[in-house]
């Protein structure tokens, strides 16, 4: 049981530490694209394109977090 | 695929045919002029009426700004004669409108000001002095004004000896009115601002205030009349506003065309006009053009050359069309490239619903969006695609077997369906935490949460590894496209090394993976070598830049599975709101399935929005970032003929 846990947790910061790593990049560049709309609304599919493009991290992290459940059986 | 063909076409002529140049070209709605930058040629200046159209304009904007917006009257074209006699209506409408709206202005302040003086008069006339002898004395000083501390008058004024005073309450404005010896001015004045005073001066008090007061009340009585008077004029103004409306977009247009010269290059007594049609429309416009000015013409058709920018008009049909919002959304192709709308029809739906995969939020999302398109005209091709989008998550739905997250019933429901409408799923065992149910399963081809596959000897969900395989095929399928641009737009040898270098890399990459795990015979040095030959190939063509993308290739194809991921996450909400949250209370029976009812209808409303943003910036970030990169530039011009403007706004923020 102790080693189910210890898998709980390892998926748990694969997937937490991975969300927060992707809204920190997320943060300066979503300021930005916002920054940039407000002078060119045209810009909203860029900005939202380079918004989301760290949330392969949560993705990744997700992966991971799942692949590591999938070991404990 | 391809946009639209154009053709270069030069247009010479005679100024005396200016107009009818310009209004064959303004009713074709063809031509989308290039502006001519001034050279050896001059830029033609705006036809002789514009200046004092745009003076119009102008003022029917002012007028209309002082109005809420009303729907605009159908006016005939505008002739010579109609256009002056309007010129001549909207001065008179314009001078009447500042002459109305100046004097109200004048009576509303005159009114404002009466009333003020007749509420602090008629406080003074409960004092029962007599105030024009009071301001004339000069042994006596005294305060006249309003105060704010109502509770500290007793305790500061009524302790001063020198100080008589007597205050009122009218309109919950309390005046007070203090008089005292000439010599105590200084301490009057010391006394009153303790409490929060505001003086009123009296100086204007000439009469017995009941006189005052009889006067002031006809003064506003006048004012009220003359008022009405200008209001009259102004509801006059009013009814004029759907002809003035009507008016502003026949002028404004009109404005347009007299200020095309301004694109055009001239000699003294020609122009040039350099711009692009359609290839299809060549002969129509020739032929109208010809028509017009009685062949006083030369029209010049070119083809399109390398140099030139091009403006791009998308040609798509009926089922594409809507997919050019999501292209419009990033930039739209320039004119050698492919149009990958019809690409984001044929995968961005199957994305979006091979993420939701749920049959009940696909059909729910599919009524709200047919709702919206009907509700919301100008979202609908937003809507069209997220209609199309929710379809196929139904089919999803069908192929994992989602029903708002539910994966089965129970045995009893499934009996029950089986008698009632014919409808019978297969019995099915399921062993969670040691515990063995059985449950009637909806039919699936695969389980999405459950369901693994062997890869390299590891259990890895099945929807991940489709996933990965998705984008392998996928981003394959971009550098195809991408050699194909670049075959078309630098030649053979640069396309080869730009884009199919990539996929030499990745055939190396996937002999040598292959020899390692032992499938392939030959040593895996060989799939070593292959790679290293296309970066070689890779660093040759698209330099220094290619080769630091390499490892971003093997991340991009892994980034596709988001596409199982996203549904997952997706599905691990809606097990929770059925089976964690919901059903517990549903158990226990009586007043507790309403509340189960609504935990589910609030979990499954949050988790349909999450299942819109997911799936929609997911899908669209796969092909912008991911797919796009591979052979998409954009940044063309898009086509926009001179021609009527289909709704124009004019009205300024009021």
Not at chain 2, 519 to 523: N, R
């Given at each position: 049981m102790a080693e189910a846990g210890l898998i709980a947790i390892g998926a748990g910061l694969a997937l937490g530490l991975s969300a927060l790593a992707a809204g920190w990049a997320e943060s300066s560049i979503g300021a930005a694209a916002v920054g940039a709309m407000a002078e060119n609304e045209k810009l909203f599919g860029k900005g939202l394109i380079l918004t989301v493009i760290p949330e392969t991290l949560v993705i990744f992290g997700l992966v991971i977090a799942i692949l590591i459940i999938g070991l404990a059986g | 695929m391809r946009p639209e063909q154009m053709v270069k076409c030069q247009i010479m002529a005679p100024k005396t045919v200016y107009s009818q140049t310009i209004d064959t070209l303004y009713k074709l709605g063809l031509y989308h002029i290039t502006p001519h930058v001034k050279d050896d040629l001059d830029i033609g200046s705006p036809l002789a009426d514009a200046e004092d159209l745009s003076a119009m304009l102008v003022k029917i904007g002012s007028v209309l700004s002082a109005f809420d917006p009303v729907e605009p009257k159908k006016l005939p074209v505008l002739t010579n004669k109609s256009l002056t006699a309007a010129q001549k209506g909207v001065r008179k409408l314009y001078d009447d409108f500042i002459g109305a709206k100046l004097a109200m202005e004048t009576h509303e302040k005159d009114v404002a000001d009466a009333k003020e003086r007749k509420q602090w008069l008629s406080a003074l006339k409960t004092f029962g002095l007599d105030i024009p002898t009071l301001i004339k004395s000069e042994k006596l000083t005294y305060m006249f004004g309003t105060v704010s501390k109502v509770k500290d008058i007793q305790q500061i004024i009524g302790s001063a000896n020198d100080i008589s005073f007597q205050t009122t309450t009218n309109n919950s404005t309390t005046y007070i009115l203090a008089v005292t010896s000439t010599e105590h001015k200084a301490f009057l004045h010391e006394t009153v601002s303790k409490l929060g005073f505001n003086e009123i001066a009296l100086d204007s008090v000439t009469k017995a205030v009941k006189d005052e007061l009889a006067s002031l009340s006809s003064r506003i009585t006048k004012a009220n009349d003359s008022m009405q008077k200008h209001h009259k004029k102004w509801n006059i103004i009013q009814k004029e506003l759907p002809t003035l409306v009507g008016l502003q977009e026949v002028v404004h247009e009109e404005v347009r065309k007299q200020e095309l010269p301004l694109n055009f290059a001239v000699t003294e007594s020609t122009f040039v006009a350099n711009g692009w049609v359609p290839a299809k429309k060549t002969e129509i416009i020739k032929n109208a053009l010809v028509d017009a000015t009685g062949n006083k013409i030369h029209i010049e058709y070119t083809k399109a050359d390398k140099k030139d920018f091009v403006p791009v008009k998308l040609k798509n049909n009926v089922l594409t069309k809507p997919f050019e919002f999501l292209l419009n959304l990033y930039s739209i192709p320039s004119y050698k490239e492919f149009d990958p709308t019809t690409l984001l029809f044929l995968t961005f739906p199957f994305f979006f619903g091979f993420m939701l995969g749920d049959f009940g939020y696909g059909l729910v999302l599919f009524l709200a969006f047919w709702y919206m398109k009907k509700k919301f005209p100008s979202t609908k091709d937003a809507a069209k695609i997220l209609m199309f989008a929710a379809l196929i998550s139904m089919i999803f739905g069908g192929v994992y077997g989602e029903v708002f997250g539910f994966e089965h019933v129970s045995v009893e429901t499934g009996k029950a369906w089986c008698a009632n409408y014919g409808v019978c799923l297969p019995e099915h065992t399921l062993i969670s935490h040691g515990v063995e149910t059985t449950v009637a399963d909806f039919p699936r081809l695969f389980n999405r949460v459950h369901s693994h596959m062997n890869v390299f000897g590891f259990e890895v969900l099945t929807v991940l590894v489709v996933g990965a395989i998705i984008g392998f095929i996928h981003i394959n399928f971009g550098l195809f496209l991408g050699f194909l641009n670049e075959l078309r737009s630098h030649g053979f040898k640069h396309a080869f090394e730009a884009k199919l270098s990539w996929i030499i890399i990745e055939i190396g990459v996937i002999m040598a993976v292959l020899s390692m795990i032992g499938?392939?015979?030959?040593?895996q040095w060989v799939g070593w070598i292959i790679a290293l030959i296309g970066v070689v190939i890779l660093g040759k063509g698209e330099g220094i830049q290619g080769i630091v993308e390499i490892p971003a290739l093997a991340s991009q194809m892994l980034s596709y599975m988001r596409l199982g991921a996203v549904g997952l996450a997706s599905v691990g909400l809606a097990v929770v709101v059925n089976e964690n949250l919901a059903l517990p209370f549903i158990d226990r029976g009586g007043i507790f399935v309403a509340v189960g009812l609504l935990i589910m209808f609030i979990g499954h409303f949050i988790n349909i929005l999450l299942g819109v943003i997911g799936p929609f910036l997911h899908g669209i970030r796969l092909h912008y970032v991911e797919f796009f990169s591979k052979f998409f530039t954009g940044g063309g011009v898009p086509y926009e003929p001179f021609e009527k403007k289909q709704k124009t706004n004019l009205r300024g923020a009021k």
């Open positions: - | 499938m392939l015979v030959v040593s």
